[in-house]
């Protein structure tokens, strides 16, 4: 099946700086490749996802890369501000019907 | 009002004994999952709910089981609780767009 590496597990960044969180997964089939994002004691929030017909999505600060011939994407939070911190997710999926498979999660910290 | 609501968010259990999480979804979603989130693990898939009384094991069903006789309504069900089943449990529905929707979570401790 799907396995998903998060490369780093934690994320010390300066307000106002990008913070970089990158995702290998092993399966050529896989399609769909959403971010999530976890507030301390909360339930995972969809942030932004990317299909594999794009490399490239953005969304206001948020930006997403796939390089499917690497089976690696990445998200990047550009201007970062103290409530980016969070831990956040990816995942990686084709056959929706089995869900998703997660990365381990990466925890975001912005200080000022 | 796009929310997916966990009971109970607390639980603390004797080992041996029932358990029994519920989620309610107010999307009309026909998919819902329950997942298990441990430190070290990340979040594991236990059972995948296509719709009512449509069913299937996720990668760690062992030890658990689910009913779903509404659309909006997914139980997990734990017969005779174990230690090692002391997790965080988020349930979560998909929409068409495959994004999935997260509640907040039901801690179970087994003791």
């Known amino acids: 099946g799907e396995k998903v590496e998060q490369h780093e597990s934690t994320l010390s960044v300066r307000e106002g700086d990008s913070a970089v969180i990158n995702c290998t997964y092993t399966d050529t089939a896989s399609s769909y490749f959403p971010w999530y994002k976890q507030e301390a004691g909360k339930g995972l929030h969809f942030v932004i996802d990317?299909?594999?017909?794009?490399d490239r999505k953005q969304s206001q600060r948020l930006i997403v890369l796939l390089d499917k011939k690497a089976k690696r994407f990445s998200l990047h939070i550009t201007a970062t501000q103290p409530e980016d911190s969070a831990i956040y997710f990816c995942?990686?999926?084709?056959?929706?019907?089995?869900?998703?498979?997660f990365g381990l999660g990466t925890r975001v910290s912005v200080f000022p | 009002d796009m929310k997916v609501t966990q009971m109970p968010r607390y639980l603390i259990k004797r080992m041996g004994e029932n358990v029994l999480l519920e989620c309610g979804q107010d999307?009309?979603?026909?998919?819902m999952y329950w997942y298990r989130q441990d430190p070290g693990l990340g979040l594991q898939l236990i059972y995948i709910s296509y719709d009512v009384d449509s069913n299937s094991e996720g990668d760690i069903p062992k030890g658990y089981r689910v009913s779903r006789k509404k659309r909006e309504h997914f139980s997990l069900i734990l017969d005779s609780a174990k230690t090692n089943q002391t997790s965080v449990y988020f349930c979560a529905s998909r929409n068409s767009g495959n994004t999935l929707y997260f509640g907040e979570g039901s801690r179970l401790i087994v003791v």
């Open positions: 990317i299909r594999s017909n794009v």
């Open positions: 999307m009309s979603h026909e998919t």
């Open positions: 995942a990686a999926g084709n056959n929706y019907a089995q869900g998703l498979t």
